[in-house]
């Protein structure tokens, strides 16, 4: 009884929501948010005014003044006209809009997405474009499964289409790249870094935005009806579940899609969005959730491989020993941190990384290949701490969110298991980022600091903890730790240079300015003095080690490169980005890394080399005991010294695409896959004796 009294109450509320809006008082206050839209306008000048511009006629943008302008005119007047359809005229007409609102839809979001309205139309072949206008109809199915009208289900498509067109074309200028499946895993992620960054309305945003308010002020004057009764619905919900379950299996579980060449390109995807359509590209992304076994793969393949790599003892003989031989190991995985003068030509007015450079003493640094460009920033960390490579994984997944449920075997459990306790992980920012706080403590690490261990007044710049504030929690950490007899391992994550960029040096300085054709790049300037003050933090940081008497070696990296205009990487490697392929598209993945030690070491320089292999090194430099799977990638290195997400190299200096089964080296490339998969997919089968110590 009392469950439905509320009812009631709702229903009557809704009904009162309605008779108002209806009427005068309603209409009032309807025009009232419509005169607070166009003074939102208004206040906007970059919406229709250049002020750089030096003819006064020219510095206004006709278009969107008359887009946006006319549009509103428009909604207010569908606003204040009352005007109905007779009963068989509406269902004619709203039947009609029916058919027709997913095209529009359709229609409305690429044009959003940088298309005109006759390349979807003429340009994306036949076959595509009936894939992609499937979607859209699938979705208009289900919204009307919910909503039982015609009309309710027209305007919630139309509400759809603009939250998903707006939340991807703020995505898209965020970091480059629109909506994938995985980013459904990424949720709790991005609202942690949604505060650093600003929503930038725009002329096709706000002509987007007002156009979906015409059209749904448009679909309110249809009268809503009805469609089914229980039972029509009933038989309606097991057809669409049909029809549904069909869906699925050539969008996202068969290999359709990939047969008749719909693909998807890790770097930068936007021409592919354009080329198959915004929908149809993103539900290719849904594809790559599954991993499935590689070719030949059982456990017994995977034994053969590892029986001959036989993982060292991680019983200790004598504690004290060990400790005393045992080196400090601090990895630091600097945010954005990349030279851009070695991906292109760039003139600069001062070094942006003079200590960087100049130091060569017991150092090991050179060029390591991430597999991730301007974010994804995990993935970095995941190739490094596990030795595992996303070569063979799906394109632009995330496996810290998707793959990792259980101990995951790497570095960590190695240090771990050979007494360094405890095992410090460090990130300045919110600790729900990628998992980071759940996905830690499966590694290995005891302990994790986040932005909450830092006092408020720590020092900032563009929003995030700076790497000198960064660097001295690992001092205070270190220092702390003298206490116990235990070797001190940390792994760090910086925050200090990511995105966005908004060309203000007033942090920073501006010693660092570019020359040239480049100059007018604001935002790289910012970003170049911003790696200056990196530089400067790690040779505090290692001038620091230099006094400490422990034997300690640190190990820095970028993890990949900012995400910059992409006009400025036209300009800085000569060539349009999106033509880039292979070997040249690797340039983008390019980042230093250095292997130091506060003892004597045998200086090296890399030429190139991948985040996977950076732990061998280290290995080898602090003499730790390696697993089976260490030795096996120390061994593989030499064949194929360096392998991302793109491709690798080989021992013979050609670079050869992670598919080629011509190559040369594809049986070793095969061997891997098979390793990472038992290491990440194995489960119960898991060869652990070959990915921990014994």
């Known amino acids: ?3 439905k009294k509320e009812k ?10 309605r008779k108002f809006l209806k009427g005068k008082s309603g209409k009032k206050f309807l025009v009232f948010l419509e005169v607070l839209l166009a003074i939102s306008f208004l206040i906007q000048p970059h919406l229709y005014y250049d002020g750089t511009i030096t003819n006064f006629f020219d510095r206004f943008y006709a278009d969107s003044i008359v887009i946006c302008g006319g549009l509103w005119i428009i909604l207010v007047f569908l ?34 997405n940088d298309m005109q309205f006759w390349v979807p139309v003429f340009d994306i072949p036949k076959l595509y474009l009936f894939l992609d206008l499937a979607i859209y109809y699938v979705i208009f199915l289900f919204l009307l499964l919910i909503c039982n009208s015609l009309r309710g289900a027209s305007i919630s498509m139309i509400v759809v289409t603009a939250f998903f067109g707006i939340m991807n074309y703020e995505l898209t200028l965020f970091r480059s790249m629109s909506f994938i499946a995985s980013d459904i895993y990424s949720f709790l992620t991005a609202i942690s870094v949604a505060n650093t960054y600003r929503i930038q309305i725009d002329v096709d945003t706000a002509e987007f935005l007002m156009l979906a308010l015409v059209i749904i002020a448009l679909l309110f004057k249809l009268d809503k009806f009805k469609l089914f009764r229980w039972k029509g619905r009933l038989a309606y919900l097991i057809a669409f579940s049909v029809l549904f379950y069909g869906f699925c299996q050539v969008y996202v579980y068969s290999d359709y899609l990939e047969n008749i060449g719909v693909d998807f390109r ?21 594809g790559y959730l599954h991993v499935e076994e590689p070719e030949g793969y059982s456990v017994n393949a995977v034994k053969k491989i590892t029986d001959l790599y036989e993982s060292d003892s991680r019983k200790v003989e004598n504690e004290e020993t060990v400790a005393q031989q045992s080196p400090n190991i601090i990895v630091v995985m600097n945010e954005s941190f990349a030279d851009l003068k070695a991906v292109g030509d760039m003139d600069v007015t001062n070094d942006y990384m003079p200590f960087f450079r100049k130091l ?17 920033t995990a993935n970095s960390e995941f190739e490094f701490l596990t030795g595992n490579t996303l070569a063979f994984l799906p394109d632009n ?14 570095l960590t459990s190695t240090l771990n298991n050979q007494g360094y306790s405890p095992c410090y992980a ?13 996905i830690y403590p499966l590694m290995g690490f005891d302990q994790f600091y986040t932005s909450d261990d830092f006092s408020v007044f720590t020092d900032t710049v563009n929003y995030h903890i700076t790497d000198y504030e960064d660097y001295k929690k690992i001092t205070e950490l270190y220092e702390e730790s003298q206490d116990t007899d235990e070797p001190f391992y940390m792994f760090n994550v910086t925050m200090q240079n990511h995105g966005s960029y908004d060309g203000s040096t007033m942090e920073t300085g501006n010693e660092v300015q570019l020359k040239g054709n480049l100059q007018s790049y604001s935002k790289v300037e910012q970003y170049l003095n911003m790696v200056k003050m990196s530089d400067e933090a790690l040779k505090d940081l290692i001038h620091y080690f230099e006094k400490v008497d422990e034997p300690t070696v640190i190990v820095f990296f970028g993890d990949h490169q900012p995400d910059l205009d992409e006009s400025f990487y036209n300009r800085l490697l000569g060539t349009e980005i999106d033509d880039l392929e292979g070997e040249e598209l690797e340039q983008l993945y390019k980042v ?15 030429e190139r080399t991948s985040n996977n292999y950076l732990s061998t090194y280290l290995a080898e430099v602090a003499g730790i005991k390696k697993t089976g799977y260490l030795k096996y990638l120390t061994q593989l290195r030499e064949e194929i010294p360096c392998i991302n997400a793109i491709g690798y190299w080989g021992k013979d200096g050609n670079f050869y695409e992670k598919d080629d089964k011509s190559s040369p080296y594809y049986k070793y490339i095969h061997q891997y896959n098979l390793l990472e998969y038992n290491n990440i997919f194995g489960k119960d089968e898991q060869v652990s004796s070959f990915f921990y110590l014994n």
């Open 397 to 410: 997944s995330v496996p810290y969110q998707l793959f990792l449920r259980s101990d995951v075997a790497g």
């Open 266 to 286: 890790v770097y930068r995807p936007q021409y592919k969005y354009r080329y198959y359509g915004t929908l149809l590209t993103t539900a290719r992304t849904f």
């Open 8 to 17: 009631n109450k709702k229903r009557a509320g809704l009904l009162g929501v």
């Open 360 to 376: 060569t003493e017991n150092t090991i640094k050179g060029y390591t290949y991430s597999s991730v460009f301007g974010g994804n």
């Open 592 to 606: 230093p890394f250095l292997i130091w030690a506060n003892y004597d070491i045998e200086e090296q320089t890399v």
């Open 1 to 3: 009884m009392i469950e």
């Open 79 to 112: 606003t204040v006209k009352d005007f109905h359809f007779k009963p068989k005229i509406n269902r004619r007409v709203s039947w009609t809009v029916a058919l027709l609102i997913p095209f529009i839809a359709f229609l409305w979001l690429e044009f959003y």
């Open 426 to 438: 460090l990130h300045p920012y919110y600790k729900t980022g990628y998992s980071r706080y759940k």
